[in-house]
């Protein structure tokens, strides 16, 4: 996906997959620039105008060739067409599985111009990186990253969510995290209803993929059998 002006909106199951080899193109300058991923954040020429806001409520975002799964760039916003745009991106949920690579130069850019990437729920297994003089705004605010963040990016506290019905454990920070949709192994003659943060609840809270809210610390997630 290329979002280069408008609203764009990500959520549901839906699988959006890149092969592209090319990793962190254009961050050193090698490279003609930062086109190959499988969702791309920029203009492509100086006749797109307007502003880009893009959301992510759900959904898997990955790059199987090796490459970023997410490229956000500020080619051409030098030019006078885009005098005042923002570029917009929350990833509310879903997962992205790859790089995040942030290419906003200041020379590109102009004062009355802002880029902002806000983590507010997704799952991010991999790192986001900046190249030299980004004058992007990334704010963490819950949701997880797997690999490195900006030096200058604030992380919040990281917990642990150990999923008993799987014996296995994810990471969160923030107030919320979004359960794995893997469904435990049968049990013979019982019916699985959901699960709980009670070990002694009757009655499911979550089903498996859901988002849960409103947490904080170190928690256990049980399966609730009838």
Do not use: C
């Not at 193109?25 to 105008?49: D, E, F, L, N, R």
């Amino acid at each position: 996906i290329r979002a280069v002006s408008g609203v764009y909106n990500i959520s549901g199951d839906v699988e959006i997959r890149s092969s592209a080899s090319q990793n962190h193109q254009g961050i050193s300058g090698t490279y003609p620039g930062p086109t190959h991923a499988a969702v791309v954040v920029g203009k492509v020429g100086t006749s797109y105008p307007g502003s880009i806001e893009l959301n992510i409520d759900g959904g898997f975002i990955s790059n199987t060739g090796g490459g970023d799964a997410f490229v956000v760039y500020d080619d051409y916003l030098g030019s006078e067409n885009y005098s005042s745009v923002s570029y917009e991106i929350n990833a509310n949920g879903g997962m992205i599985n790859g790089d995040i690579l942030m290419l906003t130069t200041e020379s590109n850019t102009s004062s009355s111009e802002s880029i902002s990437f806000t983590l507010n729920g997704s799952e991010v297994q991999g790192n986001i990186i900046q190249d030299e003089g980004n004058n992007a705004t990334i704010t963490l605010k819950s949701g997880y990253i797997s690999g490195d963040v900006p030096g200058d990016v604030e992380v919040p506290t990281v917990y642990t969510v150990y999923l008993d019905y799987l014996g296995a454990s994810i990471q969160y920070f923030g107030d919320r995290f979004t359960l794995p949709s893997n469904y435990p192994a049968d049990r013979d003659d019982y019916i699985f209803l959901g699960l709980s943060l009670d070990y002694n609840s009757t009655t499911a809270q979550y089903q498996p993929g859901d988002v849960v809210t409103g947490v904080s610390g170190d928690l256990v997630v049980y399966a609730v059998w009838e």
